[in-house]
């Protein structure tokens, strides 16, 4: 079955830094969709990324789907101690059914 | 937050036992999905409804079992509990129509602990 494979599994880096999150599937997705997870929370959707090789910002977020759509990249600049949480990728590959397949997340703590 | 709920919010129940999570969807979606999240994982999608009719269902054994309500409300029961059903239960709606019902809306969760 579709597989979704996350890089790093943590990362901890000084208030300031960026940090990067790179998501990969085994198969061509429709889409994929990124959640930010909180300590004790749930996952909040950030954004859904649907075509070849697009690119979104929000704020100091940039979101990068491949032009295989296989892999996409999360990238924050100047980290805050605000971005503390767990990034997950989910992959959509199409279809009625609208299951996404969840990566296993990037944990990232921000020392201030 | 999305407008999605979740009942209850914690619960404890011990080996064998059956169990029923609720959800109820953000207003105007009628598309409804479990996940199952284990401690240090990614969600694990158990099964998605569509208009009252389970609408595909991930790698979970027959004891996980789902309903829809015309008011696209949700149960998700779980029969025969085991020690590793202890998990963060969610519940994700989404709305009709492409491209919306591609985007989950996640609930709060249910923790179960089973003993």
């Known amino acids: 079955g579709q597989q979704v494979m996350q890089i790093p599994q943590y990362q901890h880096v000084q208030e300031g830094e960026d940090f990067t999150t790179y998501c990969n599937s085994s198969t061509t997705l429709s889409n994929i969709q990124w959640y930010k997870q909180r300590p004790g929370g749930h996952p909040v959707f950030l954004i859904q990324?649907?075509?070849?090789?697009e690119v979104k910002k929000q704020k100091r977020l940039t979101f990068q789907f491949g032009e295989a759509k296989k892999n996409s990249s999360l990238h924050i600049t100047a980290t805050q101690t605000t971005d503390v949480g767990t990034y997950f990728c989910a992959g959509h590959s199409g279809g009625s059914n609208y299951k996404l397949t969840f990566g296993k997340g990037t944990l990232l703590t921000v020392n201030p | 937050e999305t407008g999605v709920t979740q009942s209850p919010t914690h619960l404890i129940k011990t080996r064998g036992q059956q169990v029923t999570l609720r959800c109820s969807s953000q207003?105007?979606?009628?598309?409804v999905s479990w996940y199952q999240q284990a401690l240090g994982q990614g969600p694990q999608f158990i099964f998605q409804y569509y208009r009252e009719e389970e609408n595909g269902r991930g790698n979970f054994p027959p004891r996980f079992s789902g309903l829809q309500f015309p008011n696209y409300s949700s149960e998700l029961n779980v029969n025969a509990l085991e020690l590793d059903d202890s998990a963060l239960y969610l519940c994700?709606?989404?709305?009709?129509?492409?491209?919306?019902?591609?985007?989950?809306?996640f609930g709060p969760g249910t923790r179960l602990l089973v003993l």
């Open positions: 994700a709606s989404s709305a009709p129509g492409p491209p919306s019902r591609e985007t989950q809306y």
């Open positions: 207003s105007g979606h009628n598309t």
């Open positions: 990324l649907v075509k070849s090789g």
